[in-house]
Structure formats: structure tokens, C-alpha cells
């Protein structure tokens, strides 16, 4: 259990190091420069040391952090401070909707903004904690602490569902129903909403867009069997590639497990990031019912 909850923890920040180079880029562009995109290089449009992390996966630390703060479930206003803290740290990247949201709690107190439009996949690419924290947990307690933490920022029918069937998908992974009980969960989100239906044409280019992100992770674990043919196939598709790399790398470490993971690409991810992965995961794991039950 300890190994998955740190596969998928490694696998959140493996992802983000590596789609952060060619984020925003083309697959033509990315063609053009590296011909394929495979090692953990750092640059890109934000200029990173190799090894270093973006929003995605520091989000996730502050999240986490929220959760070792907490002595239950934490709150929205437990949530929404942590993300002010992360936010005042001045973070190399954050994203439009993320910033409203945070600015809104500084300004109104409010922690939980009203619904929206904005289907945004910035509540999806932090939710890991909320994964390993709850494994074990009753349905309806794993999706409140899901949506308490996404709709500090987001609030969307789209944004929700994508993300509970996210952390649930990490949680298959974590628990042993593997591969068939991950894609059994993807096809139950196409069911509920068709828009997220990812078998159709091979998708390039994705925004930060929910429904586009989804299409690519889906798409790539559906038709990869490894965690590093997952992270080449969704990375290389370029755009928003930090995101969809580190969604697709979460649900694929918590399957594959820590041991699994590229070890070249493990010695590349800056050393200090590691090792809070790995701190973060045996906490989180350590709390929650299914290994409290254990």
C-alpha cells in the first residue's frame, strides 16, 4: 500500500517535470525540437532547472498540508488556506481560474465560490492527497472531501465529476482493482457525461479545458500499458502538457507502484521534491481508513 500511495505521489511530480518542457508547444513543435520528448530536461516556456515541478504538483503539497494540519477531513476554509499560503509563496506558475479563486477568499472570507462556468482541470491535477487520505473510505465521504477542496476554485458539473472519477481511479490503483477497474471508472464518467466519451479521434493539443484534458489521459492509458508509454503518449501531444502528464502520472504510479517508476526519469525529479513526495504519501496512506483497518 505504501509503495502505490508513493507511485502515485512520484508519478503526480514525474508527470509535471516532464510535460512542463513542452507545455504549451505543438506536436509539430515538439517534433521539430526533440523529435520525441523523453527525458526529464527541464525548460520550457516557465525555464525550469531539470527536475523542477510546476503548480500541479505543488498545489498537491499544499493540500497535503492541509490534511496534516487537520485532525478530520479538512474543511474548505482549512483548504482555501493552505492555497492562500501556497499562493503567497509566490508559486512559478498558477493558473487564471486558481488565482480568482484564492483572491475571492482573501477578499470575501468566503471559501467556497459559487458555481460556474469555468471547466477548468486545476481541482483535478491536486486532488492525489484526497486519494490516499480517504482509500477506504464510504463513497459519499470520498467525494465530499473531493469537491470541498475543487470548489475553492472551481465549481462546474464537468470539473466535479472529472475529478471524483479521478481520485477514484487512483484509488483502483492503490487497492488492487488495476487496469479494468480504472477504465471501468472512465467509462462510468463517459456514461454520466457523454462529453468525456475518449474513444474517438486521437486528440492533440489539449487546453486547460476539463473535457480536453480528460480525452487525453483517458486516451492514453487506454491504449499504453506502462507508466512511462502512458506519459510519452499524453506528453508528446503537447499543450497543456504539465497537467495532462501529471493527472496520467498519478493514476498510473498508484497502479504501477513506486518500484515501477523510470528510474532514469526518478534521478532526474530535483531531489527536494522527492523526497516530499514520499514523505506526503506515507502520511496520507498512514490515515486512512483502509490501512487504519489493516
Same mark, same amino acid.
Given at each position: 500500500?505504501?509503495?502505490?500511495?508513493?507511485? $502515485?505521489? #512520484? /508519478?503526480?511530480? %514525474?508527470? !509535471?517535470?516532464?510535460? *512542463? +518542457?513542452?507545455?504549451?508547444?505543438?506536436?509539430?513543435?515538439?517534433?521539430?525540437?526533440?523529435?520525441?520528448?523523453?527525458?526529464?530536461?527541464?525548460?520550457?516556456?516557465?525555464?525550469?532547472?531539470?527536475?523542477?515541478?510546476?503548480?500541479?504538483?505543488?498545489?498537491?503539497?499544499?493540500?497535503?498540508?492541509?490534511?496534516?494540519?487537520?485532525?478530520?477531513?479538512?474543511?474548505?476554509?482549512?483548504?482555501?488556506?493552505?492555497?492562500?499560503?501556497?499562493?503567497?509563496?509566490?508559486?512559478?506558475?498558477?493558473?487564471?481560474?486558481?488565482?480568482?479563486?484564492?483572491?475571492?477568499?482573501?477578499?470575501?472570507?468566503?471559501?467556497?465560490?459559487?458555481?460556474?462556468?469555468?471547466?477548468?482541470?486545476?481541482?483535478?491535477?491536486?486532488?492525489?492527497?484526497?486519494?490516499? $487520505?480517504? #482509500? /477506504?473510505?464510504? %463513497?459519499? !465521504?470520498?467525494?465530499? *472531501? +473531493?469537491?470541498?477542496?475543487?470548489?475553492?476554485?472551481?465549481?462546474?458539473?464537468?470539473?466535479?465529476?472529472?475529478?471524483?472519477?479521478?481520485?477514484?481511479?487512483?484509488?483502483?490503483?492503490?487497492?488492487?482493482?488495476?487496469?479494468?477497474?480504472?477504465?471501468?471508472?472512465?467509462?462510468?464518467?463517459?456514461?454520466?457525461?457523454?462529453?468525456?466519451?475518449?474513444?474517438?479521434?486521437?486528440?492533440?493539443?489539449?487546453?486547460?479545458?476539463?473535457?480536453?484534458?480528460?480525452?487525453?489521459?483517458?486516451?492514453?492509458?487506454?491504449?499504453?500499458?506502462?507508466?512511462?508509454?502512458?506519459?510519452?503518449?499524453?506528453?508528446?501531444?503537447?499543450?497543456?502538457?504539465?497537467?495532462?502528464?501529471?493527472?496520467?502520472?498519478?493514476?498510473?504510479?498508484?497502479?504501477?507502484?513506486?518500484?515501477?517508476?523510470?528510474? %532514469?526519469?526518478?534521478?532526474?525529479?530535483?531531489?527536494?521534491?522527492?523526497?516530499?513526495?514520499?514523505?506526503?504519501?506515507?502520511?496520507?496512506?498512514?490515515?486512512?481508513?483502509?490501512?487504519?483497518?489493516?
Amino acid at each position: 500500500m505504501r509503495s502505490h500511495a508513493r507511485g $502515485a505521489m #512520484l /508519478g503526480l511530480a %514525474l508527470g !509535471d517535470a516532464f510535460g *512542463a +518542457t513542452v507545455e504549451f508547444m505543438t506536436p509539430r513543435e515538439i517534433r521539430a525540437q526533440f523529435g520525441c520528448h523523453r527525458m526529464i530536461r527541464g525548460g520550457g516556456w516557465l525555464r525550469l532547472p531539470p527536475g523542477q515541478v510546476t503548480d500541479d504538483t505543488t498545489m498537491a503539497f499544499s493540500l497535503a498540508d492541509a490534511w496534516l494540519e487537520s485532525t478530520a477531513s479538512p474543511g474548505a476554509e482549512d483548504c482555501a488556506r493552505a492555497f492562500d499560503a501556497w499562493m503567497r509563496a509566490k508559486p512559478i506558475d498558477i493558473g487564471h481560474t486558481v488565482r480568482r479563486g484564492i483572491a475571492r477568499f482573501r477578499r470575501t472570507g468566503e471559501a467556497l465560490i459559487p458555481p460556474s462556468e469555468d471547466a477548468g482541470n486545476g481541482a483535478t491535477m491536486r486532488c492525489t492527497p484526497v486519494a490516499l $487520505a480517504t #482509500l /477506504g473510505a464510504p %463513497l459519499a !465521504d470520498i467525494e465530499a *472531501a +473531493t469537491l470541498t477542496q475543487a470548489r475553492v476554485t472551481h465549481n462546474n458539473p464537468l470539473t466535479d465529476s472529472a475529478t471524483c472519477a479521478v481520485v477514484r481511479m487512483i484509488q483502483a490503483g492503490l487497492d488492487g482493482t488495476g487496469i479494468r477497474g480504472i477504465m471501468a471508472l472512465a467509462h462510468e464518467l463517459s456514461h454520466i457525461h457523454p462529453i468525456f466519451h475518449f474513444r474517438k479521434r486521437h486528440e492533440e493539443n489539449p487546453s486547460g479545458y476539463i473535457v480536453d484534458t480528460m480525452h487525453v489521459v483517458l486516451q492514453g492509458i487506454d491504449v499504453n500499458d506502462s507508466f512511462e508509454g502512458v506519459l510519452l503518449d499524453v506528453v508528446n501531444r503537447g499543450g497543456d502538457a504539465d497537467t495532462t502528464g501529471a493527472i496520467a502520472g498519478t493514476v498510473m504510479g498508484a497502479l504501477v507502484g513506486e518500484t515501477a517508476l523510470p528510474s %532514469l526519469w526518478l534521478k532526474a525529479l530535483n531531489p527536494v521534491v522527492a523526497k516530499r513526495c514520499v514523505d506526503y504519501a506515507d502520511f496520507l496512506i498512514q490515515r486512512s481508513p483502509a490501512w487504519q483497518a489493516n
